[in-house]
């Protein structure tokens, strides 16, 4: 049998998940393929890296790129954040611009349409957090105005976070889809070591426990990964970076507690990632200006 005759009829669809900060991205990549691989908040800028996500149903692969919120950067960390974005762009099928029900769109929103429409990227319009809307016509009122001000190659109002228009929007990429082989093995979720994502499901108990007290200076590396021979047991060394002795303080609370409790939060979900019991262990050091020093981001992996 011939390879084409081998992968006759598969297709595959390349999208790059993209829009300002906060309006849902991961969430979208989770719900699309049925785990949870990028972290969420509600804080602005969560994502500081793309985030590859592969969902394969029969003879279509879909092939995600979760960005960074795209941002006007004060930092050399926001720097690279957007270029990741920047460099989604190219060579992918399309991109699922994704905003909330709204009639305008915004400086930043404007900017990196701007920048899709000169790399001749098809833009499918995402209208998130369906939930909030009173009714359907609504969301259609707002879609048409958006549509108005770019020429989105389709539309779809959807909910990642209960689910609604996962259909409709599975039939927007499939207009989209390429013939030819999978890119991945069809039982592929994603590319990203399994240390990076324990890494971020650290970072994520960050952010949803200290969410008024700690800014962005966080970082999380997992310095030891390594399985027991002699039981079903990972043991897993993490170091929380932040940038003030202060922020130190914050993360390691009252006699430990609030890095008790972000320990504890944190191997429940990497249990359940890696359906296997877990030892964590979490140390805190400052580096102060870290998210400004080249060689620092670099080894976060943030390049």
Not at 76 to 94: F, N, Q, T
Not at 124 to 130: D, G, R, S
Not at 131 to 160: H, M, Q
Request: charged share 30%; glycine share 6%; hydrophobic share 40%.
């Amino acid at each position: 049998m011939s390879a084409a005759e081998l992968f006759c009829g598969q297709q595959t669809v390349f999208a790059a998940i993209v829009g300002k900060p906060n309006v849902g991205k991961s969430t979208l990549l989770n719900r699309m393929i049925g785990a949870k691989i990028a972290i969420t908040s509600p804080r602005p800028q969560t994502t500081r890296n793309r985030i590859m996500g592969v969902v394969t149903h029969g003879e279509k692969q879909y092939v995600f790129l979760d960005t960074p919120g795209f941002h006007l950067p004060k930092t050399k960390l926001g720097e690279h954040m957007v270029k990741s974005v920047r460099d989604s762009v190219a060579d992918i099928d399309c991109a699922l611009f994704v905003t909330y029900p709204k009639e305008t769109l915004d400086e930043i929103e404007t900017q990196l349409l701007a920048e899709l429409k000169t790399a001749g990227t098809p833009v499918i319009l995402v209208m998130n957090k369906a939930d909030t809307l009173s009714s359907k016509a609504k969301g259609e009122k707002f879609i048409e105005a958006l549509c108005a001000l770019y020429p989105f190659c389709g539309s779809v109002i959807v909910s990642a976070l209960d689910g609604t228009g996962m259909q409709e929007l599975t039939a927007e990429l499939d207009k989209h889809a390429s013939e030819g082989p999978h890119l991945f093995p069809d039982d592929t979720l994603t590319d990203i070591p399994e240390k990076v994502i324990v890494a971020e499901l650290i970072r994520e108990k960050l952010l949803l426990n200290l969410f008024d007290e700690l800014p962005h200076g966080c970082a999380v590396s997992v310095e030891r990964f390594k399985e027991r021979m002699d039981k079903p047991l990972i043991d897993i060394d993490a170091e929380i970076l932040c940038e003030k002795e202060s922020h130190k303080g914050m993360i390691i609370g009252k006699k430990g507690a609030m890095l008790k409790k972000i320990g504890s939060e944190a191997r429940a979900d990497i249990e359940d990632f890696l359906d296997c019991r877990v030892n964590l262990k979490l140390w805190v050091k400052v580096r102060e200006d870290w998210r400004n020093k080249e060689s620092v981001i670099k080894t976060l992996g943030y390049t």
